[in-house]
């Protein structure tokens, strides 16, 4: 990719979550800030907004490093194991572990006696209904070989980005982090291909001018 697209990938990337992060925060926390749209505090919201989408651009740059770290474990993956086949297979032996885990391991810490176990599953479903949906448009886009590393990306890279506000587990905070990181992630991956080809169009083009006489 050239450097003028890697910074159009960026800046669009960060654009993306800010804005993302500006209204689903104020969807999610709701509660917090129905105050201000009822006295109608134009300056308070306007204020508020700032801040959400701060919040978003944090987001999208932990999003962008998580997307630039997995294109590293994918090369790496494919080299080690020698086989795109054998590497899926490892990547949905992963998929299924970490959507264990998300469920296991938070309902084991957070839930309290009685509590259901369904929430945590329904969030674990959500992401991986996400993550398949997405990867069914990047196979189509490019190639089927593309659906189980997109797949991974979209479960298991999300949810390790997530891990930071998994710990608190503030309910807000884990719903206000997953839709821009979700979302984030999901315009990378598809965008992806779609740079690549104007970058190699644009080494054709420089490739095959002729200098100046």
């Not at 297979?89 to 296991?104: E, G, H, K, N, P």
């Not at 398949?132 to 070989?145: D, F, P, Q, R, S």
């Not at 930071?164 to 982090?177: D, Q």
Request: aromatic residues 16%.
């Amino acid at each position: 990719m050239t450097s003028r697209n890697l910074v159009k990938l960026f800046m669009s990337t960060l654009l993306v979550g800010g804005l993302t992060t500006g209204v689903v925060g104020f969807i999610v926390r709701w509660k917090e800030f129905e105050s201000i749209f009822t006295s109608f505090d134009f300056l308070e919201i306007l204020s508020v907004l700032f801040w959400l989408i701060g919040v978003g651009f944090i987001f999208s740059v932990l999003s962008q490093a998580g997307f630039f770290a997995y294109l590293t474990v994918h090369r790496f993956g494919l080299g080690i194991f020698k086989s795109r086949t054998l590497w899926n297979a490892v990547q949905v032996i992963l998929v299924l572990f970490v959507l264990f885990d998300l469920v296991y391991l938070r309902y084991n810490a957070f839930a309290n006696d009685g509590d259901s176990i369904w929430p945590y599953i329904g969030i674990a479903v959500f992401i991986l209904v996400v993550g398949v949906v997405v990867a069914a448009i990047k196979a189509k886009m490019t190639n089927k070989e593309a659906f189980i590393p997109a797949v991974f990306f979209m479960v298991v890279v999300t949810t390790i980005e997530w891990v930071p506000v998994l710990r608190v587990n503030e309910v807000s905070w884990v719903y206000l982090m997953i839709f821009p990181l979700l979302i984030c992630n999901a315009y990378q991956l598809l965008i992806l291909q779609k740079l690549n080809q104007d970058s190699q169009a644009q080494r054709n083009k420089a490739t095959t001018k002729k200098p100046a006489k």
